[in-house]
């Protein structure tokens, strides 16, 4: 199927208001990963692009915190309504960014929910007051930070956008958001969609570039006064470094993950197989929660494993653009590169009994490690492709030891139909969330979602996201 390059995407920075070049005018690729055709030069913000948005949202702060909730929510209520009726040109942009099957793309719509939902949210930014202190009365009430800094990876854009740009906007706050180098067009698409919607310059900005110098200048900027990152713990450590070397910006991180999966002996093993299954191979198993690690009880583990190992070869690989298309190439050679290296770690360490494999065109096909040594880098990190490795345990208590020997604690999904081990395992389990007989890989609609120990802190989800991008402060009234 053609990939035809719509000549209207947007490849400028949105700054204040407007489009324009970068400074420096330099450009990067953004590549098809199916056909590696190349379908937009994008303009890379430097040092300079940085400082004008910076300045840009400082500017336009007073008066969009001062604006009041209705007035903010209305200008979000239009851009949800805007990025619904583009659910094809952004299904479309997706896609050619990233390669994840078109099939798979439901993020529009829920884009467009997180600025419905938080366009009236910015009423629950409230705090509380007292009488307690004698001659006081005192309050304690929330406000935003001034400009906040969103920092996005490649894997789910669009997503990742509205889930950080809507809470931010609804708090008052104004922005500057960096999209990955690797998939700025749905962040620029929607920009022109802000400009439709008419938000007033510099409350949003929008840039495209890389990790260095763009999110770096960015990170450690004295005018801004949080940051929110979603992407690597690796980076996630440098964003800290540079915000507590600068001004000490409050700092919001969603890392990565290498989520356990354990299917005791009582599990309905056809629902085990299809949730875990599905885990490891959306998106081609790039996803933060993905279920990399799945502990199953030794006596049920060949019945598992043989259902497991239909649905997860039953996949149809292809273009990406191809709606019958199931199973997409990774996003590059350099993702690409760094699952060889984790299938040959796999061979060494563990049994492949499927797939292992990948071939020239950038596609991993779904593979089994089995009997995987524990200590092994297959077990311990983040291989962000569709690699699972099964092993097996015999008592719940060695099945909470491995799920929690990783300084990861994203997701932990258990498979059981007794009861009191689900509270055991709820309790015991080291991640942010657990998933009981599901595996579905973000839980943000209507809990929290978000790291324990290296897997980040604070947390994202309609009822929570506010909260990182407000600042609590007392006021004493003496009376
Ligand atoms: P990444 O860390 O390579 O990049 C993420 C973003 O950080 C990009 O925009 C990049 O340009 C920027 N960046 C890189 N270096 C920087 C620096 N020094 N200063 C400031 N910004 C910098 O991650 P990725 O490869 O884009 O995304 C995949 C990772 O994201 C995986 O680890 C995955 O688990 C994680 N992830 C986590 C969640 C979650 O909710 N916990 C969700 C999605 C993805």
């Known amino acids: 199927m053609a990939s035809t390059v719509n000549e209207s995407i947007e490849t400028r920075l949105f700054i204040n208001g407007k489009f324009r070049a970068s400074s420096s005018n330099k450009t990067f690729e953004v590549v098809y990963p199916y056909t590696k055709e190349v379908v937009a030069q994008v303009q890379e913000a430097d040092i300079q692009d940085v400082e004008d948005a910076v300045t840009a949202a400082n500017a336009a702060f007073p008066a969009w915190r001062d604006m009041g909730t209705d007035k903010r929510g209305a200008y979000m209520r239009k851009l949800s309504q805007l990025i619904l009726e583009s659910n094809n040109e952004l299904a479309k942009l997706e896609t050619?960014?990233?390669?994840?099957?078109?099939?798979?793309?439901?993020?529009?719509?829920?884009?467009?929910?997180?600025?419905?939902?938080?366009?009236?949210?910015?009423?629950?930014?409230?705090?509380?007051?007292?009488?307690?202190?004698?001659?006081?009365?005192?309050?304690?009430?929330?406000?935003?930070?001034?400009?906040?800094?969103?920092?996005?990876?490649?894997?789910?854009?669009?997503?990742?956008?509205?889930?950080?740009?809507?809470?931010?906007?609804?708090?008052?706050?104004?922005?500057?958001?960096?999209?990955?180098?690797?998939?700025?067009?749905?962040?620029?698409y929607v920009a022109k969609l802000i400009e439709k919607a008419g938000f007033p310059p510099?409350?949003?900005?929008?840039?495209?570039?890389?990790?260095?110098?763009?999110?770096?200048?960015?990170?450690?900027?004295m005018?801004?006064?949080?940051?929110?990152?979603?992407?690597?713990?690796?980076?996630?450590?440098?964003?800290?470094?540079a915000a507590a070397n600068s001004n000490m910006k409050h700092v919001h991180m969603e890392l990565g993950g290498k989520s356990p999966a354990i299917i005791f002996e009582d599990a309905d093993l056809e629902t085990a197989a299809a949730q875990t299954q599905f885990g490891i191979q959306f998106n081609s198993g790039q996803v933060c929660a993905a279920n990399s690690r799945i502990y199953v009880h030794e006596s049920?583990?060949?019945?598992?494993?043989?259902?497991?190992?239909?649905?997860?070869?039953?996949?149809?690989?292809?273009?990406?653009l191809d709606p019958t298309t199931s199973h997409g190439p990774q996003i590059d050679i350099?993702?690409?590169?760094?699952?060889?290296?984790?299938?040959?770690?796999?061979?060494?360490?563990?049994?492949?009994?499927?797939g292992g494999d990948a071939d020239d065109g950038l596609f991993v096909r779904p593979t089994i490690f089995e009997d995987v040594a524990e200590d092994s880098r297959l077990m311990q990190e983040e291989a962000f492709g569709p690699v699972v490795a099964i092993n097996t345990f015999s008592t719940e208590t060695e099945a909470i030891e491995k799920a929690n020997n990783s300084e990861f604690g994203l997701y932990a999904a258990v498979f059981t139909k007794d009861l009191d081990r689900v509270v055991r395992l709820a309790k015991a389990l080291d991640a942010g969330t657990v998933g009981v007989n599901c595996t579905s890989p973000t839980s943000a609609k209507d809990t929290a979602f978000g790291g324990f120990k290296m897997s980040g802190n604070g947390r994202e989800g309609l009822l929570y996201s506010l909260d990182n991008f407000l600042e609590t402060k007392s006021i004493l009234i003496k009376t």
């Not at 993020?107 to 004698?134: H, I, K, M, R, V």
């Not at 920092?151 to 906007?169: C, D, E, Q, S």
């Not at 350099?334 to 499927?354: C, H, P, S, V």
Request: proline share 5%; net charge positive.
């Open 300 to 320: 049920v583990a060949e019945q598992f494993i043989k259902l497991f190992r239909e649905k997860f070869s039953a996949v149809r690989m292809g273009d990406p």
């Open 334 to 354: 350099l993702q690409y590169n760094k699952i060889e290296e984790y299938l040959a770690i796999g061979e060494k360490d563990g049994t492949l009994t499927l």
């Open 202 to 221: 510099g409350v949003i900005n929008i840039i495209s570039g890389f990790g260095n110098p763009t999110g770096a200048a960015l990170a450690s900027h």
């Open 223 to 241: 005018a801004v006064r949080c940051i929110s990152f979603t992407g690597s713990t690796a980076t996630g450590q440098k964003i800290q470094a």
């Open 96 to 188: 050619l960014s990233t390669g994840r099957p078109i099939s798979q793309f439901v993020d529009a719509s829920l884009a467009a929910e997180f600025f419905g939902y938080f366009a009236g949210a910015g009423w629950t930014t409230q705090g509380t007051a007292s009488l307690n202190t004698p001659d006081h009365l005192n309050l304690t009430v929330k406000q935003p930070y001034g400009v906040v800094a969103l920092i996005i990876p490649w894997n789910f854009p669009l997503i990742m956008f509205a889930g950080k740009l809507a809470p931010a906007l609804a708090a008052g706050n104004t922005v500057v958001l960096k999209s990955s180098e690797k998939a700025p067009l749905t962040s620029l």
